[in-house]
């Protein structure tokens, strides 16, 4: 049987929830139990490849005091003037990630915002010579 694909909203949707889940500190087992759901279900659901009801969703937000349009901000659509995919995703993916929370959490324990500045500008610079391979 053929593997079914995962439509990119959901799998939007399930990364909003992690990012959402995690920058409360919560696991995916208190939020299981908080909703009704096993962790694994929760796992599928932040993974995308199990669509989330609208009334789950509510419930999902209610537990990550969020409303529910918050899993919906920034979702990839296609910009009618151009037919060009706008894109968030890739945000979302990296602030997601145990990277991007350990950057995150080093990134704001500075509290010079001209260093701040100045870590800014290098990862600008360090990604410029990336564009021009």
């Known amino acids: 049987m053929a593997k ?5 909203i959901d799998k939007y949707v399930g990364n909003r929830v992690r990012t959402r889940r995690l920058a409360l500190g919560m696991s995916q087992t208190m939020l299981a139990t908080a909703v009704g759901v096993t962790f694994q279900q929760v796992q599928k659901y932040e993974n995308g490849k199990n669509r989330i009801s609208a009334s789950r969703l509510s419930q999902i937000a209610r537990t990550l005091q969020v409303s529910v349009s918050f899993f919906f901000e920034g979702v990839p659509s296609k910009s009618p003037a151009k037919g060009r995919v706008i894109s968030t995703a890739y945000v ?11 950057f995150i959490k080093a990134f704001m324990k ?24």
């Open 92 to 102: 979302t993916e990296f602030i997601s990630s145990s990277d991007g929370q350990a």
């Open 110 to 133: 500075i509290n010079d915002t001209r260093l701040r500045q100045h870590i800014v500008d290098l990862i600008d610079y360090i990604a410029a010579s990336y564009d021009e391979d």
């Open 4 to 8: 079914k694909a995962i439509n990119p």
